[in-house]
């Protein structure tokens, strides 16, 4: 991965990060009106679980959109591996000929020295 890909990632993750610690801060406010002596106020609760919903659904798109980011990653995908692999079958078939044409010089070889 090359480092501008990677530092916008990890400015990413870091956005996410963020909003994670956002989300506990939320969910503290809550408890603490949750558990307020002369009872929750209701409205406050309501809007705050909205809020946490909401940041919960964000957390999950960003960290989904990373992980198919980072899956989708391929090192070798501008190399030159399909016209290496095929030079190299190249060769190899070059090399078989040349061991058969070889064999074919011995057996000629044999045929005249026979005669």
């Known amino acids: 991965m090359d480092s501008q890909t990677q530092n916008t990632s990890l400015q990413r993750l870091h956005h996410v990060e963020?909003?994670?610690?956002?989300?506990?801060?939320?969910?503290?406010v809550v408890m603490d009106e949750l558990s307020n002596?002369?009872?929750p106020?209701?409205?406050?609760?309501n809007t705050h679980c909205r809020e946490?919903?909401?940041?919960?659904?964000d957390i999950q798109v960003n960290l989904r959109e990373e992980i198919k980011s980072a899956c989708?990653?391929?090192?070798?995908?501008?190399?030159?591996?399909?016209?290496?692999i095929s030079n190299?079958?190249?060769c190899k078939k070059l090399e078989y000929v040349i061991?058969?044409?070889?064999?074919?010089?011995q057996g000629?070889?044999?045929?005249?020295?026979?005669?």
């Not at 963020?18 to 503290?28: C, F, Q, T, Y």
């Not at 106020?41 to 609760?45: L, N, Y």
């Not at 000629?108 to 005669?115: L, M």
Request: include cysteine; aromatic fraction near 10%; charged fraction near 30%.
């Open 72 to 84: 989708e990653y391929r090192p070798f995908e501008k190399c030159d591996y399909s016209s290496r």
């Open 18 to 28: 963020k909003k994670i610690i956002s989300v506990l801060e939320l969910v503290g």
């Open 37 to 39: 002596s002369p009872g």
């Open 88 to 90: 190299e079958i190249c």
């Open 52 to 57: 946490f919903m909401q940041a919960i659904k």
């Open 41 to 45: 106020r209701v409205e406050v609760v």
């Open 108 to 115: 000629i070889g044999q045929y005249y020295i026979a005669d």
């Open 99 to 105: 061991v058969q044409l070889d064999n074919m010089k």
